[in-house]
Antibody, heavy 120, light 107 residues
Framework: QVQLQQWGAGLLKPSETLSLTCAVY????????WSWIRQPPGKGLEWIGD???????RYNPSLKSRVTISVDTSKNQFSLKLNSVTAADTAAYYC??????????????WGRGTLVTVSS | DIQMTQSPSSLSASVGDRVTITCRAS??????LNWYQQKQGKAPDLLIY???SLQSGVPSRFSGSGSGTDFTLTISSLQPEDFATYYC?????????FGGGTKVEIK
């Protein structure tokens, strides 16, 4: 059974860089897209971007200038960096596995989430 | 970006009620529509993918329908464990986008 375990710093100051990692256990990175999704407290979900095992990335244009998603196939992990954070970046951040049926992608497995708070 | 609009934003219902949640896309997305359930403090769980396909392990009281711009999630007989927030999500084009959510509360 595939599981996602994520970790990273939960408290940042404005202008710092958010850094999170998600490890994939019990399965391969190959054949899927691996996403980061965030949710501000009490609000809805926002897709940040994704990556495949080859390192091909897609980003949300709203965050593209500040986001880097990378993959480490030797460790079966993928990571998120978001630079120059502000209070508006305070959110629960989730990693998620993108599965495909025909040409339709959906998130069938999610990490438990990491609450990241940006405060001076 | 494709905008996803859910209605209602919240509803109150009783155990045993039939509940319907609507999701509308700002342009046609064929059947590229997924539904998730999120309970308080937890990550979302996939319920329905490709508009009407039930994810493995999800109770059959959940069903999805629609194509193009208008979609529906139906819970045929609401159970205590179904009180949660529900989100639709389109995967027709990037950036992937979610609806604003529908909170289902106990009446």
């Amino acid at each position: 059974q595939v599981q996602l375990q994520q970790w990273g710093a939960g408290l940042l100051k404005p202008s710092e860089t958010l850094s999170l990692t998600c490890a994939v256990y019990g399965g391969s990175l190959s054949g899927y897209y691996w996403s980061w999704i965030r949710q501000p407290p009490g609000k809805g979900l926002e897709w940040i971007g994704d990556i495949n095992h080859s390192g091909s990335t897609r980003y949300n244009p709203s965050l593209k200038s500040r986001v880097t998603i990378s993959v480490d196939t030797s460790k079966n992990q993928f990571s998120l960096k978001l630079n120059s954070v502000t209070a508006a970046d305070t959110a629960a951040y989730y990693c998620a596995k993108g599965e495909q049926w025909a040409t339709i992608w959906y998130f069938d497995l999610w990490g438990r989430g990491t609450l990241v708070t940006v405060s001076s | 970006d494709i905008q996803m609009t859910q209605s209602p934003s919240s509803l109150s219902a009783s155990v045993g009620d039939r509940v319907t949640i609507t999701c509308r896309a700002s342009q046609s997305i064929s059947s590229y529509l997924n539904w998730y359930q999120q309970k308080q403090g937890k990550a979302p769980d996939l319920l329905i993918y490709a508009a009407s396909s039930l994810q493995s392990g999800v109770p059959s009281r959940f069903s999805g329908s629609g194509s193009g711009t208008d979609f529906t999630l139906t819970i045929s007989s609401l159970q205590p464990e179904d009180f949660a927030t529900y989100y639709c999500q389109q995967s027709y084009s990037h950036p992937l986008t979610f609806g604003g959510g529908t909170k289902v509360e106990i009446k």
